[in-house]
């Protein structure tokens, strides 16, 4: 567990370095620690020679070229979100590896695998979703913007579009990968995945309902704004 949310926090930085928000210079040091305590906790568990660690290395190459690519886009087309989402993500299957190599469950690892893959995409939409006005002012490039940039009306700006069809729209989509993640999850016959999987929709859910609420509250004002 340790070693998870020392990985989390350092990941964590890292993305917010690579999205181009404001990170105190003071700070970044600390993902030297970080790092060196997410790699000691399985060094503790697992030798040189064991096969966890192609598991882990392969992770973490994902993770990092997907990163990196995510960067230099300037539009992201559906099957480069997909691809990419679940490249970022691959460290998430480290501490799961762990697990499995750990109690001789190596057999599991594809199924979970197949449920982190699943999720990426959701996580990656949730969270471009509920920043998409940081992301457009700070220029950063998303599925979202890409296709609010290819579908609103000519005159229509960005903001216009996902507040009258956008956040619907995303929702929609997420909305689809959250059913085909409860399929994934009830095969692996977790009953703390499912309910995970149900608190992070049903929040998600209020959420965006609140959202698009308010886009239609707001949406007489817009249109004479840009009338």
Excluded: N
Aim: one cysteine or more.
């Amino acid at each position: 567990m340790r070693a998870s949310i020392e990985g989390y926090f350092f990941i964590r930085m890292l993305d917010d370095v690579m999205d181009g928000h404001s990170v105190p210079a003071a700070s970044l040091p600390a993902m030297h620690l970080f790092s060196l305590r997410f790699h000691s906790a399985y060094h503790s568990l697992f030798p040189a020679d064991s096969p966890f660690w192609a598991v882990f290395a392969d992770a973490l190459v994902c993770t990092a070229e997907a990163e990196s690519a995510d960067t230099l886009l300037t539009s992201i087309e559906e099957e480069q979100f997909l691809a990419i989402s679940a490249r970022k993500s691959a460290a998430a299957l480290i501490p799961v590896a762990a697990v499995c190599y750990r109690y001789g469950r190596v057999d599991a690892l594809p199924a979970w695998r197949a449920l982190l893959d699943a999720f990426a995409p959701w996580h990656q939409m949730h969270d471009d979703l509920l920043d998409w006005s940081e992301d457009l002012a700070s220029g950063r490039c998303t599925w979202l913007l890409s296709e609010a940039e290819r579908r609103k009306a000519h005159g229509e700006t960005v903001a216009v579009w996902i507040g009258r069809t956008g956040l619907r729209w995303a929702a929609d989509r997420m909305a689809e990968w959250m059913d085909r993640l409860h399929c994934i999850a009830g095969e692996l016959g977790s009953p703390e995945v499912m309910a995970y999987l149900e608190r992070r929709d049903g929040l998600f859910r209020r959420q965006i309902e609140a959202r698009i609420q308010l886009a239609v509250l707001c949406e007489p004002m817009l249109a004479i704004a840009h009338s």
